[in-house]
Each structure stands twice: as structure tokens, then as C-alpha cells.
């Protein structure tokens, strides 16, 4: 029982800090002196420390260091800007060119990335079960995209808005690497983090272990350390819990399927239209910090109905039990 | 003494990696009860506040919470990756390798 609550506390704490929330995230960056279409990355290293943000290690323009965590978060902060620009005009985290902020090797094995509310922070992995966070592209992508989802949307994270916010971050971490690899719908794996663990890790299909499957949630994994993929497909296997600030890493499999059926159903690279839905549902003023996946689905297909795919995107969140009379 | 540790949080939930560690001073072995003692002590442990500030911002953070009961007083620690108290870190760590270990079952 002790226990139990013990895990459930920082579900109620984040519940809780939901008033101050927007006061801080409308504080946007009063001046630039970057042109829109400029990116500005710093990359710094916390030597194995837990100490933010570390020493500057590599600065925008300056050639590569050979060191990988570094390169890469520099190489993917570069490419997740370049996509959101290229693909929406879409000029940095706060669309005013904020600079982007990367700190790599934090802590000693620490097995994470996340991000702070100002900076994508990455750990080496602990080599056994996890690599360095930094060698996933769509990983980098994901944590600079919850820093758009907390400018956009302030998604609390808790619960079903918690699983949005999560979710949101690996369709476009999913984007960026399918835009970055020229793939099509049907081309892509659809995996979040497929190299992010080590090959002692079971995979749950025929696929390479991932950390989420959004064409198959529940799969990514099955292994004796790990345990089995806990993902939902489905609104019938949703998982209420404390755990996870309220599953918001478990039920994201719901939306993040959703997506995936509405990116198949349509066809072609999955960022020219439904990817452009769901962005276009982020910035709508509709969208509220303490929305539920139904007011979500119904959003998307509002916004679906500009790009001609209202029936596909309807489709989708009806495969995986999300109907209604609005719908 | 005995120790309870629950971590929290991260870029996703792993079943397997997300169970909570009990430790007992009594039953571990006396060097390390011994440093896990002083290590609770460099700490400050029952003077530190149950809850680290809140923080509404970010995403993908470690949770972690401490909970301590020894001689009839019991207290718990909450806090995250980005809290700057280097002795909880060193706590910290020290718990996760033990919880390795108990994974492993050593």
C-alpha cells in the first residue's frame, strides 16, 4: 500500500501544478537576432554529471568533433529543425528561432533522454540494456517536439492529455526520421527507438526490439529483463494506473496507432498530410491543456477536413474505438 | 532501517524496470548497511523536504522516491533528474545497483 502511493505521488503533484503552468510557458523569447530559417545549436556535455547544461562542446558552424553523442545531437537537432521549417515554416521550438540547447552524457549510465523545459538532455545508456540516447534520430526529435507541444499546447502531463503530449512527440519523431530517410507510409517501421537497446534485447515480433511500436503497440519489446510491451491498440485495452505519471507511455499507444492507421490510409509520405492534420491540431486554439483523446480524435478530423482526408483520419481513430455522434 | 525505493518516469515504461526496492539494514550485510547509513546521513535525510519545488515544465524526467523507516520515524523523499543535491544522486545511484542486482537475482 505504502508503496502504491508512493507512485501515484507525482501523478497528483504534476495534477496539481496545472495553474502556473501557462503563466511560464507564454513567456516566449522576447527578441531574436536569428533570420527565420536559421538554426542556432549548442551542444554541451555534463562529463558524466548531473550538472545543467554543462560545458559547450560544439557551437552552430562548428565542424564535427568525432565524438557521437555530440555529433549526433548536433546532426539531429539540425535535422528535426530543418523538418519543422521545411515541412510547416515552422522557425524553431517557439516559432521565434529559439536557440536550440542540447546536453549530452549526462550522468553516469544514466538510461534517458528528456527534456527540461529549455534544453534535450540525453544519457550514454547503460551499455547492458540501453545504448547512448543520442543515436536515434527520432528519439532527439521526440524531446525537441515536446518543448513545441509545451509552447503550443501545454499538454499537462498526467493521464490521457499526458498520453497526447507523448504521443504527439513520436509521431513527429516518427516523421522526422521517415522525411529523413525519404519513406513513404508503407516504407517505414514505424518504431520509436528501434537502435536505442542493445542486442541482448528481446523484441516482441519480427521486427528489432524498439521502445514503441506505433503500427503495432505492444510488440516493441518481450524480454525477460524489460518485461513485455505494455501498449494498448486499443480504447478496449486501456490501462488505468498510477504508474507512469498515469500511463502516459502506456496509453499513448492508442493516438500513436491512430495516426499510424490514418498515415496507411492515405498513403504516400506520411508528413505531407496527416502529419500536417496533426500539426495544424497542435497549434488549434481548441486544443486545451487538459484534453482527452476523444476531444483530440475529433479535432484532428475538424482539421482533417482542409487537407481532403477527414475520411481516412475518421477511419483511423474508429479502428481503434474511438467513435462517437460528433464523429 | 529499511529503505524503500521507487524510480519513476523516463522516455518510456518498462514493466521490468519500474519495481520498487526494499532494503533492509538488518539483513544486508554490515559494510554495507554501514554505507548505506552514511550515505543516508550525508544526506541529511530526515531533514530534506518530502517533495523537491514543483517544476510544470518538461517531459521524459526520472522520478525518484525515497522512503526511510527507522527507530518508529518514517519519512519519503521525492525528486527528479534535475535536482541539484548531489548526495541523493549518490543515493541514487547506489539504490539502482542494487535493484540491478536484486533483477539479476544476486
Given at each position: 500500500m505504502a508503496l502504491q502511493a508512493l507512485g501515484s505521488d507525482m501523478t497528483f503533484r504534476n495534477l496539481r501544478s496545472v495553474p502556473n503552468f501557462h503563466v511560464e510557458v507564454i513567456r516566449k523569447r522576447p527578441f531574436s537576432f536569428m533570420s527565420a530559417g536559421e538554426k542556432q545549436r549548442t551542444i554541451f556535455t555534463a562529463n558524466n554529471e548531473q550538472a545543467l547544461p554543462g560545458v559547450v562542446v560544439r557551437a552552430e558552424g562548428n565542424p564535427a568533433t568525432g565524438e557521437p553523442a555530440v555529433?549526433?545531437?548536433?546532426?539531429?537537432?539540425?535535422?528535426?529543425?530543418?523538418?519543422?521549417?521545411?515541412?510547416?515554416?515552422?522557425?524553431?521550438?517557439?516559432?521565434?528561432?529559439?536557440?536550440?540547447?542540447?546536453?549530452?552524457?549526462?550522468?553516469?549510465?544514466?538510461?534517458?533522454?528528456?527534456?527540461?523545459?529549455?534544453?534535450?538532455?540525453?544519457?550514454?545508456?547503460?551499455?547492458?540494456?540501453?545504448?547512448?540516447?543520442?543515436?536515434?534520430?527520432?528519439?532527439?526529435?521526440?524531446?525537441?517536439?515536446?518543448?513545441?507541444?509545451?509552447?503550443?499546447?501545454?499538454?499537462?502531463?498526467?493521464?490521457?492529455?499526458?498520453?497526447?503530449?507523448?504521443?504527439?512527440?513520436?509521431?513527429?519523431?516518427?516523421?522526422?526520421?521517415?522525411?529523413?530517410?525519404?519513406?513513404?507510409?508503407?516504407?517505414?517501421?514505424?518504431?520509436?527507438?528501434?537502435?536505442?537497446?542493445?542486442?541482448?534485447?528481446?523484441?516482441?515480433?519480427?521486427?528489432?526490439?524498439?521502445?514503441?511500436?506505433?503500427?503495432?503497440?505492444?510488440?516493441?519489446?518481450?524480454?525477460?529483463?524489460?518485461?513485455?510491451?505494455?501498449?494498448?491498440?486499443?480504447?478496449?485495452?486501456?490501462?488505468?494506473?498510477?504508474?507512469?505519471?498515469?500511463?502516459?507511455?502506456?496509453?499513448?499507444?492508442?493516438?500513436?496507432?491512430?495516426?499510424?492507421?490514418?498515415?496507411?490510409?492515405?498513403?504516400?509520405?506520411?508528413?505531407?498530410?496527416?502529419?500536417?492534420?496533426?500539426?495544424?491540431?497542435?497549434?488549434?486554439?481548441?486544443?486545451?491543456?487538459?484534453?482527452?483523446?476523444?476531444?483530440?480524435?475529433?479535432?484532428t478530423i475538424e482539421n482533417a477536413k482542409r487537407f481532403e482526408v477527414e475520411a481516412a483520419v475518421r477511419d483511423a481513430w474508429k479502428q481503434v474505438g474511438i467513435t462517437s455522434p460528433a464523429l | 532501517m529499511k529503505v524503500t525505493f521507487k524510480p519513476e518516469g523516463g522516455f518510456g515504461f518498462f514493466p521490468g524496470l519500474n519495481k520498487p526496492l526494499e532494503l533492509n539494514c538488518e539483513t544486508l550485510p554490515e559494510p554495507e548497511a554501514h554505507h548505506l547509513q552514511e550515505m543516508l546521513k550525508d544526506a541529511c535525510f530526515f531533514d530534506l523536504p518530502s517533495q523537491a519545488p514543483e517544476n510544470s515544465r518538461g517531459a521524459d524526467l526520472k522520478h525518484y522516491t525515497i522512503q526511510v523507516e527507522d527507530k518508529g520515524q518514517a519519512h519519503s523523499v521525492a525528486f527528479s533528474d534535475t535536482d541539484t543535491n548531489a548526495a541523493l544522486h549518490n543515493l541514487v545511484s547506489y539504490l539502482s545497483k542494487k535493484q540491478k542486482e536484486s533483477r539479476a537475482g544476486l
Open positions: 555529433d549526433e545531437a548536433y546532426d539531429g537537432l539540425g535535422a528535426t529543425y530543418d523538418f519543422f521549417w521545411s515541412v510547416f515554416k515552422r522557425n524553431s521550438i517557439d516559432d521565434e528561432g529559439m536557440p536550440l540547447n542540447g546536453t549530452v552524457h549526462f550522468g553516469t549510465n544514466y538510461s534517458n533522454a528528456f527534456w527540461d523545459g529549455q534544453r534535450m538532455v540525453f544519457g550514454d545508456g547503460d551499455g547492458e540494456i540501453f545504448n547512448r540516447f543520442t543515436i536515434a534520430l527520432d528519439v532527439i526529435a521526440h524531446e525537441l517536439t515536446h518543448g513545441v507541444t509545451e509552447d503550443e499546447a501545454q499538454l499537462i502531463y498526467s493521464g490521457q492529455s499526458g498520453a497526447l503530449n507523448e504521443s504527439i512527440s513520436d509521431v513527429f519523431g516518427a516523421l522526422i526520421k521517415q522525411y529523413t530517410l525519404k519513406q513513404a507510409a508503407d516504407q517505414a517501421d514505424w518504431l520509436i527507438g528501434s537502435n536505442i537497446f542493445t542486442d541482448k534485447i528481446k523484441s516482441g515480433s519480427e521486427q528489432p526490439a524498439a521502445i514503441r511500436s506505433m503500427k503495432a503497440p505492444g510488440t516493441a519489446y518481450d524480454d525477460p529483463v524489460l518485461g513485455k510491451d505494455p501498449q494498448p491498440a486499443h480504447m478496449d485495452a486501456y490501462i488505468d494506473t498510477f504508474e507512469d505519471n498515469g500511463g502516459v507511455h502506456i496509453n499513448s499507444g492508442i493516438p500513436n496507432h491512430a495516426f499510424y492507421l490514418a498515415a496507411i490510409n492515405i498513403g504516400g509520405n506520411a508528413w505531407e498530410k496527416v502529419g500536417r492534420v496533426w500539426y495544424q491540431t497542435l497549434l488549434d486554439p481548441a486544443l486545451k491543456p487538459n484534453t482527452k483523446f476523444q476531444r483530440f480524435a475529433e479535432l | -
